[in-house]
């Protein structure tokens, strides 16, 4: 060990030779800079022993560091009670909570973590200055946050009365004492740490001085410090077992998105490789949740939620979302909250919530008060799932708080609070995918059932809340003969193929690896295995940052302009409704479909484009892109609102023209296949319905709406071709 008296020349050493010109940068910082940064690697490079020294016993050597640092500066002229700050400590003194044991509470340690909660900021008096009534000053330092250490007498031989605190009263002279402002935050394991199952572990950390203050819920930290204990308390007493408290020493944020995804060389040509194939989209949507049968356009449109559009900084200063989000509308036992699971998994930074969720903070966010009168904020599952994926499910039964914090999380992309003492904006730049189950059991067919309303209004969601998705599918639980056999077919396939879970936990059996899953279960079709997959995604998001080209902006701004006309513009209530579904004119219910078509939904076909665009890995966002945009876009509105639903309600033009392309479409491949014996291509489909004026983008978004709902099928071996099931 370093003798306590050498600690000063040491630090004098390396402060001078090493850091002269940071010092001198920092002299004329301060006050606003209160602490000194300075990286552990650079101590250590300069002298090992010492820096190892340092972190066995932080609190004397950094007490030594404060005091040179204080000289230092006084020789630039500065008077100033500088701290130093080591930072970057080396990872084998860095710690997930689960790991910290008693063995870690003196030495110097680093934890990373997300941060859960925070309190209002508050001052705490760290020397404290106690005057008897005989008007002695007793000067005690205040080493325990938890309570205040007291004189026990005022000491005769320094010049007290000698009364006990007993026969006398002190009281806090203010001016003659030091304070801090001290905040305590709430650190939580980082989510893609915990496995499945397990819950997060949490710790109480103290941040004093100018670095209270600063943290939001939701910020991913690298806490530098060292632990302490504190008695618990059982009935007013203290008890023999302890909690840890952390309190900080200096601290590195980590928002950096995808930083903890690396990519190999190897991987990168792999990457680029796939990037550049033929059959890239049917390859990226088989590897979405290969056990989940059909629903290609959902699954599709999962992959384009995964690489997200590019979020932009407007010259106004006012933001653009990038991210996608999805609502999955469906009747129970359709496989939305497998699909759910699925990505909480492939997604980087997947996060799983329920809208039920038991925890106070909700989805949102929540503050509360202490007994004390002190403010806590506590982060929801969206801040903590910032700049990744939150899977939501059973949406619709969110709390009420919630609903009303949702727009702003969803739209702006944070949530701010401001509760008497605290301020505080949570940043929540996920993607967000939904769930919701119909508020009757079941969706109700208005074939069925001509008093229905329309789909979106058998969910317990509002209007402005469905406009903030990018795509709401419907999922329907309708009985087809061929279909039911071949999703029977495929799902007791897989329970007959999977590995019991009993024996993998016994250690007798292995459980899959990703290349298991890469094997192709499904038709023995190729997958990308999902850790490759999530590379993938980090790859294109970290470099391929995408914008429109003049020609996919016009076929966008075209076809919004055309929807927007051909639905028929403003009904009564002013509302714009589109598609002709005005729903129930019939049965006396005034209303028309929910989801109108607006200029929010410009932004969603933008997103969506660079997406796909960023799936090929192109800077340009291309007629292709903005075609499989509009597609996919077309296939979950037609899907929601269309087609058989113009039975019952009064229908305009558009729906019903839609129903004669799909039956035309239809129709043209069963004579095909029947003539030819051969499964039809999208080409001569394109061409003969050109002569029946119907646009390649329409014959595109019928054929995956059919595909989707079964009545067509194209062999995985080539998805440009169709035959009839
Ligand atoms: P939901 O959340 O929609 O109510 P679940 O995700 O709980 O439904 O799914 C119920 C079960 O049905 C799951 O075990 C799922 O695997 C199965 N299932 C339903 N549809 C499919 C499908 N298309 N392919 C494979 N499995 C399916
Ligand atoms: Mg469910």
Redesign the pocket.
């Known amino acids: 060990m370093v003798l306590q008296f050498d600690m000063g020349a040491r630090w004098r050493g390396f402060l001078e030779e090493v850091c002269h010109e940071s010092i001198a940068t920092f002299s004329l910082l301060w006050p606003e800079e209160q602490g000194l940064e300075v990286r552990y690697g650079d101590l250590q490079a300069y002298d090992p022993d010492f820096a190892a020294d340092v972190l066995l016993h932080p609190g004397l050597s950094l007490d030594a560091a404060r005091q040179t640092l204080k000289a230092l500066l006084q020789d630039l002229g500065v008077d100033a009670d500088a701290e130093l700050r080591l930072i970057e400590l080396p990872l084998d003194h860095r710690f997930v909570l689960r790991e910290i044991r008693n063995k870690h509470i003196s030495p110097l340690i680093a934890i990373e973590g997300i941060v859960a909660k925070i309190t209002s900021v508050r001052p705490m008096i760290t020397i404290a200055t106690f005057r008897c009534i005989c008007g002695y000053d007793t000067v005690l330092e205040q080493l325990d946050e938890s309570k205040m250490t007291t004189p026990l007498m005022c000491e005769i031989h320094e010049g007290g009365c000698g009364r006990e605190d007993r026969k006398t009263r002190f009281t806090i002279v203010h001016e003659d004492s030091a304070h801090l402002d001290t905040q305590t935050v709430e650190i939580q394991e980082l989510p893609e740490k915990v496995k499945s199952g397990q819950s997060a572990e949490v710790m109480q950390c103290y941040l004093q001085g100018d670095m209270a203050g600063v943290l939001s819920p939701g910020n991913r930290v690298v806490l530098n410090g060292r632990l302490f204990r504190r008695a618990q308390r059982k009935g007013g007493r203290d008890t023999p077992i302890f909690d840890l408290i952390f309190k900080c020493h200096s601290f590195e944020r980590k928002n950096i998105p995808l930083e903890e995804v690396t990519i190999s060389d190897e991987e990168k040509e792999m990457i680029v490789n796939y990037s550049k194939r033929e059959d890239l989209e049917s390859l990226l949507v088989n590897s979405i949740a290969p056990?989940?049968?059909?629903?290609y356009a959902i699954k599709r449109s999962l992959v384009l939620q995964l690489f997200g559009g590019v979020s932009r900084i407007n010259s106004d200063g006012t933001r653009a979302r990038g991210d996608i989000h999805i609502l999955?509308m469906?009747?129970?036992?359709?496989?939305?909250?497998?699909?759910?699971?699925y990505m909480v998994a492939l997604a980087p930074r997947g996060q799983f919530a329920s809208g039920m969720s038991t925890s106070g903070a909700g989805l949102t966010a929540a503050a509360v008060q202490h007994s004390d009168g002190g403010w806590t904020v506590e982060a929801g599952a969206l801040p903590l799932a910032d700049m990744g994926l939150a899977c939501i499910?059973e949406f619709d039964k969110m709390g009420e708080q919630d609903r009303s914090a949702m727009h702003e999380a969803m739209e702006q992309q944070k949530i701010s609070i401001h509760k008497a003492t605290v301020h505080t904006t949570m940043r929540t730049r996920c993607a967000i995918l939904a769930?919701a189950?119909p508020s009757d059991g079941k969706f109700i067919h208005p074939e069925v059932d001509k008093k229905s309303r329309p789909y979106t209004q058998q969910i317990m969601l509002t209007k402005p809340l469905l406009t903030r998705f990018d795509c709401i599918w419907m999922?329907l639980?309708k009985p087809e003969k061929d279909d039911d056999r071949r999703?029977g077919m495929?799902?007791a396939k897989?329970r007959q193929t999977g590995t019991p879970e009993w024996l993998i936990d016994e250690g007798i059996a292995p459980a899959p690896t990703s290349e298991d899953v890469a094997k192709g279960i499904i038709d023995g079709s190729e997958l990308i295995e999902p850790d490759l997959f999530q590379k993938y995604v980090a790859y294109a998001k970290k470099f391929i940052h995408p914008t429109l080209t003049d020609a996919a902006r016009e076929l966008i701004v075209d076809y919004y302009v055309k929807t927007r006309t051909e639905g028929g513009g403003i009904n009564e209530s002013g509302s714009v409704y589109t598609d002709g579904k005005k729903f129930g004119t019939e049965s006396g219910l005034d209303s028309f479909d929910s989801v109108p078509i607006t200029a929010r939904s410009i932004e969603s076909l933008v997103r969506l484009a660079e997406a796909h665009a960023r799936t090929r890995l192109s800077d340009d966002v291309e007629i292709v892109d903005a075609n499989l945009a509009i597609a996919t876009f077309d296939v979950w509105r037609y899907e929601l609102m269309g087609g058989d639903y113009d039975e019952t309600s009064m229908v305009s033009g558009k729906t019903t023209t839609k129903r004669n392309q799909e039956h035309r479409i239809v129709s043209y491949i069963i004579q095909q296949y029947q003539n030819t014996d051969q499964t039809v291509k999208l080409f001569s489909i394109l061409n003969e319905m050109e002569k029946h004026n119907i646009s390649k983008t329409q014959v595109e978004g019928i054929l995956d709406s059919l595909c989707n709902g079964g009545t067509l099928f194209r062999p995985l071996s080539n998805r440009n071709e169709y035959q009839p099931t």
């Open positions: 056990s989940i049968f059909g629903h999955l469906g009747d129970p036992g359709v496989a939305k909250s497998q699909l759910l699971n499910d769930a189950n999922m639980d999703i495929h799902i897989y």
